[in-house]
């Protein structure tokens, strides 16, 4: 206990409480537990994670996804929920993870991930949703909503610029301010203003030089006073160095205690932290106890079944169609034998290592839920193939091989399941490759030189190079990580009971070299520079027009879509509402996801590049045509103005382009705009060029433009690049003329006030 009488008035909380009792829930009291505050806040129960619950029930714990947990439901990992393209879906996830949280005791989920996959190398992609900030914070909003909604504290995580697990707790990640605000940190920002989390997770790595759980900027400026999070931030789970600094910087829970309370109590009374810092800690971590409190009618059954089912739902759902001949979805009636080949049809992948490892409730596999999918009056024989951790001997391979070449051997169709090692994505680790394993190629280039029709199931957390597996291939399916209910929406997909619907939250490049990142990930010496800008994924692809294996939103069905009569709507001074007609040409019934990219007018020293602003996912019977509406608010147009910090939307052409995939986008409309009625905050040292585009400094320069000496004008042509790119206070001192004195007193002025060329700075 600390001594009130040690203490000076400054240091003396202003609740009932001791610095002591303050300090001490400035940190866990455990692995899952913050620190009751006596007589007013309990302590909370926290556990992992975003596709089930890992509650660890005994004292201690790992972070790990070693130790033990009680069994949840496995739902499908966020690279496939990504893949769903589907918000009500997700939430529903959200709702059951709330309900089995609640029922085992948990206060706080730790999750949705929401980390931009910037490399496909990721190690942690597996647990994240999207390369696309647009997509991962609606999608993680929707898990957020979901999850609260049963009274449990989503925890959205890793904030910020966590792309990479090399080098994850020491690493610098280095990005330009317009690149974090548009790719990094948006996707948290709808999230935040959007979904009102109560809870967030900071990242363990440091952003442009200061670790994030001890940022200011990050977590008070930019989270609270800009976004209004009114919740409680935690650090991830050892992320903290300076506790101090942590508490100072808005960082309320050290998550698990790492340092001892003394810390934060001696630089309380040294004058080095306000003990209104760890009064606030209090009002957060009191609010979250209240927002969470179990209401005696809370159900502490959890519906396995319901949960099960779901689970398989959002499984097919996630399942992306990415090649099809006709050899899908199987026809019983027409087949006497297939062959199943590959150890991850009966011991499949369902989630990735690390801390978001689930006890699954049960487990389906693909073989299992195939057989029973197809009946017996089809005979289904299946083969090891490979090993699935990769590491058999040559003759083990070899006779595993033969054995698979044998199996097919009079079969009707061979179903293939295709993915990297266990043990190869895991958090604390990226991948250094993309390549399945030889053993896979080779079995799969020998069995294509057969005339057995050969379907290829991937699975795994990332994306592969698939060029060798499409050409081998007459059908490939993306399955992904797909939880514990997996193989029955597999079989479904193959069978045809399901239409798949998923579309691709990631691009797949035919080389990693392709991938914008490729030339800066992982960083060394400590430091990751994200030299590729705001060029993450498809806008790197597109931008440069370069051909990728599979495009960013593609997907194919069992049924077609076609997209017509596109419309804006102006609702407002900058709202738009952009209607489009979709109709199933196809024989089936089945889901099509409209998306809607946006190009803006192109900014000085940057390729324009079309971002996504709008998707809905839509189902229809063969035949039936919908309306989809996609609203376009200011935000959507906005960019991110470093010389006036804030959003901006630029005056101009913006050109909407709706489709199906990122490289199909049929229907084109353009918008004209005045943009936000402000002044940009020309100075003396912007260029001629950026006074030419604000309103009033295009009309000055206009004028100068209509007096210039005659000499002057005749070259004028010629110097146009050279004086565009001028800036206004060198300019002034140009031999310009009888105009030269009005602009050096008009570059002065502004200068002087720095806040804008305003009319009567013109006299
Ligand atoms: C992970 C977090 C996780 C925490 C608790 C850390 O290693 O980065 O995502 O929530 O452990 O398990």
């Given at each position: 206990m600390s001594s009130p009488t040690a203490s000076t008035p400054q240091d003396q909380p202003s609740s009932a409480h001791t610095l002591t009792e303050l300090a001490a829930i400035t940190s866990g009291a455990g692995m899952w537990e913050s620190t009751e505050l006596p007589g007013e806040i309990r302590a909370l129960v926290l556990s992992d994670g975003p596709h089930g619950v890992r509650r660890q029930p005994q004292a201690g714990g790992d972070n790990l996804g070693i130790g033990n947990s009680l069994p949840a439901t496995c739902f499908p990992p966020a690279v496939a929920l990504g893949?769903?393209?589907?918000?009500?879906?997700?939430?529903?996830?959200?709702?059951?993870?709330?309900?089995?949280?609640?029922?085992?005791?948990?206060?706080?989920?730790?999750?949705?991930?929401?980390?931009?996959?910037?490399?496909?190398?990721?190690?942690?992609?597996?647990?994240?949703?999207?390369?696309?900030?647009?997509?991962?914070?609606?999608?993680?909003?929707?898990?957020?909503?979901?999850?609260?909604?049963?009274?449990?504290?989503?925890?959205?995580?890793?904030?910020?610029?966590?792309?990479?697990?090399?080098?994850?707790?020491?690493?610098?990640?280095?990005?330009?301010?317009?690149?974090?605000?548009?790719?990094?940190?948006?996707?948290?920002?709808?999230?935040?203003?959007?979904?009102?989390?109560?809870?967030?997770?900071?990242?363990?790595?440091?952003?442009?030089?200061?670790?994030?759980?001890?940022?200011?900027?990050?977590?008070?400026?930019?989270?609270?006073?800009?976004?209004?999070?009114?919740?409680?931030?935690?650090?991830?789970?050892?992320?903290?160095?300076?506790?101090?600094?942590?508490?100072?910087?808005?960082?309320?829970?050290?998550?698990?205690?790492?340092?001892?309370?003394?810390?934060?109590?001696?630089?309380?009374?040294?004058?080095?932290?306000?003990?209104?810092?760890l009064e606030l800690v209090r009002e957060r971590l009191k609010t979250l106890a209240d927002r969470t409190e179990p209401s005696e009618d809370t159900p502490t059954e959890i519906p396995w079944d319901t949960h099960h089912d779901l689970a398989r739902e959002a499984a097919g759902e996630s399942i992306i169609l990415l090649q099809n001949n006709g050899a899908l979805p199987l026809q019983p009636d027409t087949l006497q034998r297939i062959a199943v080949i590959g150890e991850f049809a009966t011991n499949p992948r369902i989630q990735a290592g690390g801390s978001s490892r689930v006890n699954p409730a049960r487990?389906?596999?693909?073989?299992?839920?195939?057989?029973?999918?197809?009946?017996?009056?089809?005979?289904?024989?299946?083969?090891?193939?490979?090993?699935?951790?990769?590491?058999?001997?040559?003759?083990?391979?070899?006779?595993?091989?033969?054995?698979?070449?044998?199996?097919?051997?009079?079969?009707?169709?061979?179903?293939?399941?295709?993915?990297?090692?266990?043990?190869?994505?895991?958090?604390?680790?990226?991948?250094?490759?993309?390549?399945?394993?030889?053993?896979?190629?080779?079995?799969?280039?020998?069995?294509?030189?057969?005339?057995?029709?050969?379907?290829?199931?991937?699975?795994?957390?990332?994306?592969?190079?698939?060029?060798?597996?499409?050409?081998?291939?007459?059908?490939?399916?993306?399955?992904?990580?797909?939880?514990?209910?997996?193989?029955?929406?597999?079989?479904?997909?193959?069978?045809?009971?399901?239409?798949?619907?998923?579309?691709?939250?990631?691009?797949?490049?035919?080389?990693?070299?392709?991938?914008?990142?490729?030339?800066?990930?992982?960083?060394?010496?400590?430091?990751?520079?994200?030299?590729?800008?705001?060029?993450?994924?498809?806008?790197?692809?597109?931008?440069?027009?370069?051909?990728?294996?599979?495009?960013?939103?593609?997907?194919?069905?069992?049924?077609?879509?076609?997209?017509?009569?596109?419309?804006?709507?102006?609702?407002?001074?900058?709202?738009?509402?952009?209607?489009?007609?979709?109709?199933?040409?196809?024989?089936?019934?089945?889901?099509?996801?409209?998306?809607?990219?946006?190009?803006?007018?192109?900014?000085?020293?940057?390729?324009?590049?079309?971002?996504?602003?709008?998707?809905?996912?839509?189902h229809l019977e063969p035949g039936e045509t919908t309306t989809v509406t996609l609203p376009l608010v200011r935000r959507d147009l906005a960019r991110w103005n470093i010389t006036e910090q804030q959003w901006i939307v630029e005056p101009g052409k913006y050109t909407i382009e709706v489709g199906s995939h990122s490289r199909d986008l049929p229907l084109l409309a353009h918008l004209e705009t005045d943009g936000d009625t402000y002044l940009s905050a020309i100075d003396e040292w912007s260029t001629v060029a950026e006074w030419a585009a604000n309103p009033l400094g295009a009309e000055l320069i206009e004028e100068i433009r209509a007096k210039l000496p005659e000499h002057f004008a005749a070259e004028a042509e010629e110097l146009k690049g050279m004086l565009l790119q001028l800036p206004m206070v060198k300019f002034s001192t140009w031999p310009i003329g009888p105009e030269q004195s009005r602009i050096q007193h008009i570059v002065a002025r502004v200068a002087a006030r720095r806040t804008g060329l305003a009319r009567d700075d013109e006299d």
């Open positions: 893949s769903s393209w589907n918000r009500r879906l997700i939430t529903r996830i959200g709702e059951a993870l709330g309900t089995e949280a609640r029922a085992l005791g948990v206060d706080v989920l730790l999750g949705p991930g929401l980390n931009i996959k910037r490399s496909p190398l990721g190690g942690r992609n597996f647990e994240y949703l999207s390369e696309d900030p647009y997509v991962s914070g609606r999608l993680a909003g929707a898990m957020v909503t979901g999850i609260q909604s049963r009274g449990v504290a989503a925890t959205p995580k890793h904030f910020a610029v966590n792309n990479q697990e090399t080098d994850r707790m020491r690493v610098d990640a280095q990005v330009d301010e317009v690149t974090l605000r548009e790719i990094y940190l948006r996707g948290f920002e709808i999230v935040v203003t959007e979904h009102h989390p109560w809870a967030i997770m900071t990242s363990y790595n440091k952003v442009n030089g200061t670790y994030a759980s001890e940022h200011p900027w990050l977590l008070t400026e930019v989270l609270r006073d800009e976004w209004g999070f009114d919740g409680l931030v935690m650090s991830d789970w050892s992320a903290i160095s300076d506790r101090v600094a942590a508490v100072a910087a808005g960082c309320d829970l050290e998550m698990p205690p790492t340092h001892t309370d003394e810390v934060i109590v001696g630089a309380v009374r040294a004058g080095e932290l306000d003990i209104a810092a487990l389906v596999t693909p073989l299992d839920a195939l057989r029973e999918a197809i009946g017996s009056e089809v005979e289904i024989t299946a083969v090891q193939g490979y090993s699935a951790t990769g590491d058999s001997d040559r003759q083990t391979q070899r006779r595993l091989h033969d054995e698979a070449l044998t199996s097919i051997a009079g079969a009707d169709v061979a179903i293939i399941f295709l993915a990297q090692p266990r043990g190869s994505e895991s958090e604390g680790f990226d991948r250094s490759h993309l390549r399945l394993p030889e053993a896979q190629l080779e079995l799969l280039h020998d069995i294509a030189a057969t005339s057995t029709q050969l379907i290829a199931v991937l699975g795994g957390g990332g994306v592969l190079e698939l060029d060798e597996v499409t050409s081998s291939s007459d059908a490939v399916l993306a399955s992904w990580l797909l939880g514990q209910a997996g193989g029955g929406a597999i079989a479904d997909v193959l069978t045809g009971t399901v239409n798949p619907s998923g579309r691709l939250s990631e691009t797949i490049p035919h080389r990693l070299e392709d991938n914008s990142s490729y030339l800066h990930f992982p960083g060394r010496e400590r430091r990751v520079i994200h030299g590729e800008g705001r060029y993450v994924g498809y806008r790197s692809y597109d931008a440069l027009n370069a051909p990728v294996a599979f495009p960013f939103g593609f997907g194919l069905g069992y049924t077609t879509f076609t997209l017509s009569d596109l419309a804006i709507n102006q609702t407002g001074p900058l709202s738009w509402e952009v209607d489009v007609a979709v109709t199933n040409t196809g024989a089936a019934s089945g889901a099509h996801v409209v998306q809607l990219y946006l190009t803006g007018p192109a900014r000085a020293g940057e390729i324009a590049v079309h971002e996504l602003r709008g998707f809905d996912k839509i």
